[in-house]
């Protein structure tokens, strides 16, 4: 008796001893990661490491529920474990760490110890168009897929910043704005992706300063937007794309000039101009103003009928209108609160899109301690909340949405950070319109200053800057990242392999088998005979039938399974066997050939030697 009880206190005081240790969780998970550790109890996150001691309460709304804990990796991120959910004022994500295979979603990365880059995608995803700033001043145009050296580059005039760059989702049309400000002059440049010379340049008049830039999707028209403080007027300056001469020069009077964001339909007849104060619509063909209103910031979908808009009334409130041809105006489709009072909308930050075909809004908003902040999706045609996302920073550094961009179809979204002080949350992160839990996050040293997507959501491009926002400091890099390969679904298990169930051993046989992909890729199929298992067969389209042979050298009785795989190399199970069996040896005697020749002859014989 007094042994098992001695052998009860050891075995509590090991217990003990490991939950010190780290070991085992003591009410609760805790993940240890070098000086981090992360622990759940059950009302409240520990996170610690050398720098912070912080508790963060996270409310009731958690107790009880099953809830996953990831872990933090100081260079990559990938994905999410689920975000805790429910609390409209304090939600919390955790990030899970990148496996260093999952880096290849990376294509290449271009740093510059002295400038800080402007993204946007062009071309169909084919290029990826930079403006460097601050520093060593220049345009670049990179392959998406290439090696990640610039195809070429067009340096800035003397003294002059590279100020705004903008492209065509889908044509090769590149537009870029230089500044000098000892002169108070500026420079619009027109280029294509096949050489640096520029096509044309546009010397704006002295005193305008240019503060926003698009290209139409097609190419054919270049918007730029100035503003005059002085005289309290933005100019929107209108130029088809084959022509330096602007087309249609646009004043617009109001109190606070400088525009914030500014948005253009797929064939540039409808231009959206969002200022402090209020938000304008230009039909560009009639040089009429379709809609004007005080709220800021807007968007519009590719096709201008799909208008959204941002208000405050003690919390935030999204409304979209949707133009009505035959009464020629917006008409209000639905508005709703999605913020309460404490948080807050950047204005002079492009955090409100509406893909191009109008069926997806994303917005960001960001909380008064400048730490918390969250991104909001939405469905258009009903206006339910599709889901929100949360973020929280740690430090003092303003960890704020800075830029939002949609695929086409609203598929993919893609969201930039400045970050926080102490570099606990990632600066990029893709999301998909089905779920709040990221595809893909990166954590970056600094500030991601600027984020575009293509527009078929296959390619994606993040800038930013080598140390925090708030930190002075230069220096960049450019992160070019495949997405096609993330959203890849390997195809569905082969169906079980068919063909004959016995045989000679010596003599060849075909099987086969079918599968589809998901995502419609071409496919390979990797047989396994019993003895032996073969390459790669293919490519054979999605849903095709494969046909493979083999021969078996020995009697003996085998299983047949195969296995899939796509054009990413994501491979599906291995299939049901097909069991076999090959007990008839290769007749190669004389005699045997005359009773295979014969089969008629000895019907003894073959009774007796099985054949």
Known sequence: MTTVYFRKIMVLTIICLFIVAGVFPAFGITIKNGACNINIKEKEIYFRNAEIDTILDLRENIVGKNIKIPFYHEQYFVGFDYSIQNDPLFNHDLPVAISKENKKNILWNYSDDASIPIVTICDSGKFIWVGQWLNNERFQLFDTTGSGMPEWEYESPDESDIWLVGSSAESKVLAGVAMNYKNESSTLYKW??????????????DGLFPCGLCVSNDGGRI???????????SNIFIFDS????PSLIYPISTEYPYVDQLDISDDGSIVLISLDLEAIVIDVNTKEIRWRETESPAAISGDGSVLVYQSWDYGHFLTVLKWNAIE?????QWNKKFSIEDWFICINCHTLEVSDDGSTIMVGVDYVDYLQNKVVMFDVNSGDLLWEHYSTGLGEYQNTVSEICLSY???????????DELNTVPELKLFGRDSPIPIFCLDSSGSMMSVDVSSDGKFAVGGCKMVHANEWGYGGVIYAIEIEDILNTPPITPSKPSGPKSGKAGTSYSYSSSTTDPDGDQIWYKWDWGDETSGWDGPYDSGDTATASHVWDERGDYNIKVKAKDVHDEESPWSNQLAITMPKNKIINPFGRILENHPNLFPLLRQIFGL
């Open 242 to 245: 084959d022509s330096n001469i």
């Open 409 to 419: 179809n609203g598929s993919i979204g893609i969201v930039a950070y400045r970050g």
């Open 223 to 233: 918007i730029l937007a100035t503003c005059n403080y002085s005289q309290q007027i």
């Open 328 to 332: 020629n105006k917006y008409i209000e």
């Open 192 to 205: 294509d992706v096949s050489s640096n010379i520029p096509r044309w340049c546009y010397d704006l008049p």
